[in-house]
């Protein structure tokens, strides 16, 4: 069943922008965490950004000041502004929704979107 549905990804121009968009089925609750990852061929995947439900921000060093995350009122949809694109830049971005309750957390991810940076 798929509960994340991402959209945005494609091919852009170094410096260029995109953002990336993931909405998080109503069915998911409790959620605490969204943020996206990337992974590059040949690489690891790492986290970009995150926000949690009180509004925290995290971004990886890579993409601070040129990327910004943010959400909905309602929290059930995340958003990734990317400007100022750079070829290293290019992997499949994949989103992820991290729920905490008494009974437990469960992470969520989405299906995954090409994000090309080049030439």
């Known amino acids: 069943q798929v509960q994340l549905v991402e959209s945005g990804g494609g091919l852009v121009q170094p410096g260029g922008s995109l953002r990336l968009s993931c909405a998080a089925s109503r069915s998911i609750f409790s959620i605490n965490t969204m943020g996206w990852y990337r992974q590059a061929p040949g690489k690891q995947r790492e986290l970009v950004a995150s926000i949690t439900s009180g509004g925290s921000r995290n971004y990886a060093d890579s993409v601070k000041g040129r990327f910004t995350i943010s959400r909905d009122a309602g929290k059930n949809t995340v958003y990734l502004q990317m400007n100022s694109l750079k070829p290293e830049d290019t992997a499949v971005y994949y989103c992820?929704?991290?729920?905490?309750?008494?009974?437990?957390?469960?992470?969520?991810w989405g299906q995954g979107t090409q994000v090309t940076v080049s030439s």
């Open positions: 992820n929704a991290h729920t905490r309750t008494y009974s437990g957390g469960s992470d969520y």
